[in-house]
């Protein structure tokens, strides 16, 4: 099983960003797939989760900025990122939680975001 992330980059603050992350290989179902983000000298943290009902939980650093959304739970989750700030600068890890069978935790390589003028 693989998690593949991709959309990060560098952006000014008050600005936009999307991430993308998909889950490949034998997979039989998806419980929960999201984002965790880790700043320097910082404990990894929360950024939000989709569940594969559709319910979703936010971090409360970024409630109201960023959106997590689903393209069909198997082909992955979107996190649309608006009003960043300089402190939203970190590493992003895709995060799933699926069955392949037996339930695990998987984590996708990170990718870097930094907000800086």
């Known amino acids: 099983v693989q998690l593949q992330a991709s959309g990060g980059g560098l952006v000014q603050p008050g600005g936009s960003l999307r991430l993308s992350c998909a889950a490949s290989?034998?997979?039989?179902?998806?419980?929960?797939m999201g984002w965790y983000r880790q700043a320097p000298g910082k404990q990894r943290e929360l950024v939000a989760i989709?569940?594969?009902?559709?319910?979703?939980k936010y971090g409360d650093s970024v409630k109201g900025r960023f959106t997590i959304s689903s393209a069909g739970v198997k082909n992955g989750v979107y996190l649309q990122m608006n009003n960043l700030k300089p402190e939203d600068t970190a590493i992003y890890y895709c995060?799933?939680?699926?069955?392949?069978?037996?339930?695990?935790?998987?984590w996708g390589q990170g990718t870097q975001v930094t907000v800086s003028s």
């Open positions: 989709i569940t594969s009902s559709s319910d979703t």
């Open positions: 995060y799933a939680f699926l069955s392949i069978p037996e339930w695990r935790s998987f």
């Open positions: 290989g034998s997979i039989s179902s998806i419980g929960v």
